[in-house]
């Protein structure tokens, strides 16, 4: 992906809201600051070019990772703020441990982040009616999902409905012993094989 295309991605995520708006607001110091709960709450990057008579939106984005993934979150940030100076986000780092358990006690406390970040644990989150439904601020604005992997886009729809946009993918990669499979006279796996036949060929 290309680095526009994550800048958009990035504005696209910022203008809707995926888990809730808190409507929260409040600014921070000029350093990060790590709160009881082990989360780093980190103050934008500043940048130059904001009007004096703009009013600024400000949205909280939660994410996990190690230092690798705050110094990419901000760069995204700084490119997208050169943008749009009139949205102030709130970039929190999360540790990896105990970050679904945050996500859910925020909300379950009817003081959600704005934007999180989700992978594999998305479908326990859309089940329980806590994310938004990204589809008709698509058809808005004509963000087609045939402009991103149709793998993608379906890792993160419920019910057929977009409910969080890819913001990277990986791969997933089955390895298997072809001589356990011509010992047992057992055909190798291919892009016929539905789960079932995974599960018999593993017996």
Not at 19 to 26: E, F, I, L, Q, T
Not at 29 to 58: A, H, I, R, W
Not at 121 to 147: C, V
Request: hydrophobic share 35%; aromatic share 12%; with cysteine.
């Amino acid at each position: 992906m290309n680095r526009m295309k994550v800048m958009f991605l990035l504005l696209f995520c910022l203008t809707i809201v995926v888990a809730g708006c808190s409507g929260n607001g409040n600014g921070g110091n000029s350093n990060p600051t790590n709160t009881n709960n082990g989360e780093q709450q980190e103050e934008p990057p500043k940048t130059n070019n904001t009007p004096n008579n703009v009013e600024k939106t400000s949205v909280s984005f939660t994410y996990w990772g190690s230092d690798f993934d705050k110094e990419r979150m901000e760069k995204i940030y700084a490119e997208f703020s050169q943008v749009h100076p009139e949205i102030e986000v709130k970039l929190i780092q999360i540790p990896n441990d105990g970050y679904d358990q945050k996500m859910l006690v925020s909300m379950a406390s009817a003081q959600p982040y704005d934007i999180i970040q989700l992978e594999e644990s998305f479908y326990s989150y859309a089940a329980k009616g806590t994310l938004e439904d990204l589809t008709p601020f698509m058809e808005r604005d004509n963000i087609a999902k045939e402009d991103y992997y149709e793998a993608a886009i379906e890792a993160y729809s419920y019910d057929d409905k977009v409910m969080g946009m890819p913001m990277r993918i990986g791969s997933m990669i089955m390895l298997y012993n072809k001589n356990l499979f011509d010992k047992n006279n057992v055909a190798y796996p291919d892009d016929s094989w539905t789960w079932d036949d995974f599960l018999e060929g593993a017996i």
